[in-house]
């Protein structure tokens, strides 16, 4: 039986944090950012976390992981009543790059009618 999940929001923080399988890291520019995603886009059990300061546009961070064929799981932390709720998306390398570049620069407004809530079992 699937559930929704609303998980503990997350204090704001002073800075950018950057996360994949290898660690993390508060030097968070452009560079920083593809070298994450080129990781992601070639090891098929690598992710990706983008955690800004504070919430842009209501989401506390965003993550994404590569499925099989190619497709990578976009997956958006929406700030709600008593939490966070993760939302995902089915996208491509290309478009999962700019959402990541969006978010980064702080102008990603996401269309919920795209995404699907994140059900767990």
């Known amino acids: 039986m699937a559930r929704d999940v609303v998980f503990e929001d997350m204090e704001e923080q002073a800075y950018y944090t950057l996360e994949n399988q290898g ?6 520019d452009e560079a920083a950012l593809e070298d994450y995603l080129e990781q992601m886009f070639d090891d098929p059990n690598q992710f990706i976390i983008l955690t800004p300061p504070a919430a842009q ?6 993550q994404a992981r590569r499925q099989s064929g190619g497709q990578i799981e976009a997956e958006i932390a929406l700030q709600a009543e ?8 089915m ?7 700019r959402l990541f570049f969006d978010y980064l620069d702080n102008v990603f407004r996401p269309d919920l009618a795209e995404y699907q809530l994140v059900e767990f079992r």
């Open 82 to 89: 008593g939490g966070l709720r993760l939302y995902y998306k």
């Open 23 to 28: 660690g993390s890291t508060r030097e968070v």
């Open 57 to 62: 546009s209501g989401v506390r961070y965003i």
């Open 91 to 97: 996208v491509s390398p290309r478009e999962c790059r």
